[in-house]
Every structure is written in C-alpha cells, then in structure tokens.
C-alpha cells in the first residue's frame, strides 16, 4: 500500500538519534533503515524502499504488518475504552484470559497480564517462589529473559546484562547447544551430559530445593539454539525432582512459531507456568503469564500493573488469535517452515560457512562459521548489509553474533520464502567471490 512518507527528512534521522536517543538503543547496517510503514510481509522505508520482512520486529509482527483484521479491533477499542486498570473489570481482557486458558497445554489457567516479556518472566519467577516457598531460580546459559535486574541476572549471555553483578537466588544451568556441546559430545554420542549437570548443580551450587527453571523450547537471542527434545523433558523432571517448577518462556517461540501452537509442545512438557508476550498481539504491547489454579491461586498478594489487561491490547490479542485460527497460520508455519529449511540445508552443502542450520518451524537460525566452527561475526555482518541491498531483512544474534536469525510473519507464502532463499543465495554468491578464501571453509 503506497503512503506519502511521515518522515520529512530520512537523512538526518542518524544525526536526531544520535542527539535524542541513549546509545544502547542500536540499530542493524552501517546506514539504519529509517522505516516508514508496512503491508503484510513487506515493509517500506522513508525514501520507498520496499524490503521483505524476514524478521517481523524480531518475531512480534506474527500475522503480518497492518492486518485489517487487528487494525480495525484496535481503532474499534481505541473508540470505546483506552484504560481503566485492572481496578475494573473489561470484557476484552475477560476474553483474552479465557481464550488463553483454553488453548495453552495441560492445566494452565489462570493469567497474569503486563506490558513486556521482561514483565512476564518477572510475574512467572514470583509465582513459582510464592507457590513453592524456594527461592532459588535455574536459568540456562545462552538464555535471554528481558531488562529487569533479575531478567538480566537470569539472561545467559554477559553481552545483555549491561555490566550488572546480578541479583541473588539465581544459578545459571547448562543449555543443549549441541553444535558446540561443552562435554564435546555429537549427536549420535550424546548421553544427555548437560541435563545431567543440571542434578549436578542443583546438588553442589543451591541449598538443594528450587523453584523452578525458566527455559526458552528455542533460544531466540541465543542464536535459535534448539535442544533435544529429551533435554527438556529430562530438565522438566530434574526440576521437579526437587520441588522446582517449570516455566516455559515462549516469548518468542508462542502462538505458532515453530509449527506447533506452543514451542514446549514439541518435546511433550505441560509447563506449570508459561510467559508470553512479542507475537501475542502483532506488535501491540503486551505480556502475560499463565499458570496452574494451584500455582496461581498464590500468586495473591498486592501487585498492580497499571497497563496489564488494557483493553485495546486485549482486543489486538484476540484478534490477532482469531486470524491464527482462521488462516490456520500455525499449519502454515510447519508447512512453510520445512520449504524453507530445506532452501536453507541447500545453501548449506554449497556454502560451507553455514556451519550450522537450526531452528522449527518459521523460526530458522544459520550459525556463520571459519575452519573449526571458528564464530564468523563479520560474515554475518557482511550478509546483513548484502541481504539489505537485496531488499531482505533478517536478524542476528547469539553469544558470539554470529547467528543469523529468520522469522517471517506466519502469514507468509512459498513464493516469498523461495524470494528469501533466492536473496540468500545471491548475498552468498557475492561474498564468496569478493573473499576467494572462503572456498577453503571446511
Ligand atoms: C525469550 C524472551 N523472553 C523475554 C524477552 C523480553 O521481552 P521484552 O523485550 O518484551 O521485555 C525476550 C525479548 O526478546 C525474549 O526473546
């Protein structure tokens, strides 16, 4: 859909952030894209550029930019009722609770609502410390939780804990990143170490009662890191072995994502507690937090958040579920996921920087890699701004950036993954004849 431009003059826009915003607000490429507005998967910049958006506002836009459908129950709602706080019951957040009840696993019922994920994961910690009497809380490595103080502390990754020492009762566990397993296991000799060193640490690093482990089913900002599904199970039971709990945190992986409604549901886990947030409600802000009555019905002592179950984003929520269902997006994410991961599996046997594809769904990860999985962080900065002079955007991340990440809308089509793939193919191209020597990769 063409728009006249809102911004009136794109070139100073680098000079205004500069002036306006703190420096940790960091934008990708050498020149940040200044972004106008967007139409399904596609996204346009000031000057009218048009890219296809493989990163959907890092995995929050899940039914497409500008969806009539949502648009049109947010300005519905904006027209009736912005706020009344939770002092007041709303028949939008009603709803939104019950819908959520009814389609996440096992016994969750009750929910919590907030604003953010990092709120979510603060909201599911509590619960889990109110409901079991422990305080100690496990956080895998490689995780990311949010911006809180503990968010921070339980992010398994110094490069987002923006210098802090961390607040106490929380005991960083071994993940399954199984493409650079610690114990220098491969897959077909995998004894499951790590989540054995779980019990390990639980033995030797608390006072042997937890109240949970906060696990992400994949890690998003630790690069789409996709443990065995034994992994989770086993992490499940060690925990519980010990009174902990367990909270799925499908921030990133919720609604769809992966293939299955739920990221945790590929490994079989009914989780006691789940946050949510991101792709809930198409980029309207919200989070929430899911638990069982008997872990919930704790969770009773005075707390407010002043924007939690807003109406409007309640409403963008429920609408945004209702297209999920009606387009059956989570089918489309499975079915369009393996087209995609099998382009990506294609590029891989050509271009041996690839080290590692992972991922489910539409949630797909290239880790760039020299000889010995040496981490290749410029590589991957070299494909985003190729990638971006192809009209592509995906993400990044993972502990040594060196991680591409791809998540388009679920909304979207094989002609538009093959697009993706064939962009992919043509930044690759590029760079293997600028840097002759990465023939040499092995
Ligand atoms: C898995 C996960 N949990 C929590 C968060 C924090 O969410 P927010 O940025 O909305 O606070 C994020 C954000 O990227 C995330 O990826």
């Avoid at 170490?193 to 992400?216: F, L, P, Q, Y």
């Avoid at 034994?230 to 909270?247: N, P, S, W």
């Avoid at 992972?358 to 010995?372: N, Y």
């Amino acid at each position: 859909m063409a728009q006249p431009s809102q911004t009136a003059n794109p070139a100073d826009a680098l000079d205004r952030k500069r002036a306006y915003l703190t420096p940790n607000v960091t934008t990708y490429y050498q020149e940040p894209i200044v972004m106008d507005h967007g139409d399904g998967c596609y996204l346009y910049d000031a000057q009218g550029k048009r890219y296809l958006d493989f990163f959907g506002g890092i995995l929050t836009v899940s039914v497409g930019h500008a969806h009539p459908q949502v648009n049109q129950a947010v300005a519905d709602q904006l027209q009736r009722l912005t706020h009344v706080s939770t002092l007041y019951l709303t028949e939008p957040m009603l709803a939104l609770a019950e819908r959520l009840a009814k389609i996440t696993p096992g016994r969750l019922q009750k929910s919590f609502f907030t604003s953010s994920g990092t709120e979510a994961n603060e909201t599911a910690i509590a619960m889990a410390r109110t409901a079991t009497g422990s305080y100690e809380v496990l956080a895998l490595r490689h995780s990311y939780s949010g911006r809180s103080a503990l968010a921070m502390t339980l992010t398994g990754q110094s490069a987002w804990r923006m210098g802090m020492h961390g607040v106490p009762g929380v005991v960083q566990v071994m993940n399954a990143y199984c493409y650079r397993c610690p114990f220098g296991r491969t897959p077909d000799t995998c004894g499951l170490e790590c989540a054995k060193d779980v019990e390990e640490t639980i033995r030797t690093a608390t006072s042997g009662r937890v109240a949970g482990v906060i696990a992400e089913p994949i890690q998003g900002v630790g690069g789409f890191i996709t443990p065995p599904d034994a992994y989770l199970q086993e992490l499940a039971r060690i925990v519980r072995k010990y009174g902990g709990l367990f909270i799925s945190d499908e921030v990133q992986t919720g609604f769809g994502r992966t293939g299955k409604r739920f990221g945790i549901e590929h490994a079989g886990v009914e989780p006691d507690v789940m946050t949510f947030a991101k792709g809930l409600a198409n980029g309207v802000p919200i989070g929430a937090t899911i638990a069982t009555p008997e872990v919930a019905d704790h969770y009773d002592a005075p707390t407010i958040a002043t924007f939690g179950g807003n109406p409007v984003s309640a409403r963008a929520a429920l609408a945004t579920l209702d297209v999920m269902e009606q387009q059956q997006l989570t089918e489309n994410a499975r079915v369009q996921g393996v087209f995609l991961r099998e382009g990506l599996e294609e590029l891989q046997k050509r271009y041996r920087i690839l080290g590692d594809v992972r991922g489910r769904g539409l949630m797909q990860g290239l880790e760039f890699v020299r000889s010995d999985k040496q981490p290749a962080p410029d590589l991957v900065g070299e494909f985003l701004e190729r990638t971006k002079a192809e009209g592509l955007l995906i993400g990044k991340g993972g502990l040594y950036g060196n991680t591409v990440r791809i998540a388009p809308p679920l909304t979207v089509t094989r002609s538009q993954v093959q697009d993706a793939l064939d962009a992919m193919e043509r930044a690759l191209r590029a760079m293997y004849q600028a840097q002759p020597e990465l023939n040499h990769v092995s």
